[in-house]
């Protein structure tokens, strides 16, 4: 949907190991969105970007950073992974503000052990 | 606390038949409000947009209906299939530039032939 690719699409590592999570979009959408999704919880906003190099935090943001370096690219990193970063994690994409419906990725699903 | 709630977790119904899913929020001062399906191991797939200025959204056998005063949206299927069977989520933005979504929890939809 929206041309939108998340990878890798599955990864298993061990506590206190960096991870980099990509989502690429070729929409040209101006907004993309980090979301994790855990059960009992629904999906959570970890980050956001507005912009190139422009990006802010959601309502889970500790232990993540994110950086958007060009418009189709934005990376969500787990700087030490910690086991209750185990989820799976959303990229979405919006056009624009307001009106504009989100669309989202097939999901990265990690395991931290 | 902006919260969204899904009720019921879980629903069963056979081929054909009518069925209605609910979605409640606690402010009701919302900007729009997005049904979504979500199928194992997928992403989201955006079904409905519906404004906070409109009373319901249409598309094929699908109706969502919304009521900002009483804090309650419907998505009406029609006529289900077993291509129904899915997990319905609904998701409200609130105001603001950020375009940033709220979960439900959902609702898992089994559709038996």
């Known amino acids: 949907d929206a041309g939108i690719t998340q990878s890798p699409r599955h990864k298993v590592t061990e506590t206190g190991t960096p991870v980099t999570l990509r989502c690429h979009q070729t929409?040209?959408?101006?907004?993309m969105y980090w979301y994790r999704q855990d059960p009992g919880h629904g999906l959570r906003l970890i980050h956001y970007?507005?912009?190139?190099?422009?990006?802010d935090k959601g309502e889970v943001s500790d232990g993540y950073s994110v950086s958007r370096s060009k418009t189709e690219d934005f990376l969500l990193t787990l700087e030490s992974a910690t086991s209750s970063q185990t989820s799976v994690y959303f990229c979405?994409?919006?056009?624009?503000?307001?009106?504009?419906?989100?669309?989202f990725g097939d999901g990265t699903r990690l395991s931290i052990l | 606390k902006q919260e969204v709630t899904q009720i019921p977790a879980a629903l069963s119904v056979p081929e054909g038949e009518n069925l209605v899913l609910n979605c409640s929020f606690t402010?009701?001062?919302?900007?729009?409000l997005q049904w979504f399906r979500q199928d194992p191991g997928k992403g989201l797939t955006s079904l409905l947009l519906?404004?906070?200025?409109?009373r319901e959204q249409t598309s094929g056998r699908l109706n969502a209906s919304l009521d900002k005063s009483s804090g309650r949206s419907t998505l009406y299927i029609a006529a289900s299939q077993p291509g129904d069977s899915a997990t319905y989520l609904c998701?409200?933005?609130?105001?603001?530039?950020?375009?940033?979504?709220?979960f439900g929890t959902g609702t898992l939809l089994a559709v038996q032939p």
């Open positions: 979405a994409t919006a056009y624009g503000q307001g009106n504009q419906p989100q669309h």
């Open positions: 929409e040209n959408h101006r907004y």
């Open positions: 519906i404004q906070s200025s409109q």
């Open positions: 998701a409200v933005r609130y105001g603001g530039a950020t375009n940033k979504l709220i």
């Open positions: 970007s507005y912009g190139v190099k422009d990006t």
């Open positions: 402010d009701s001062a919302i900007y729009n």
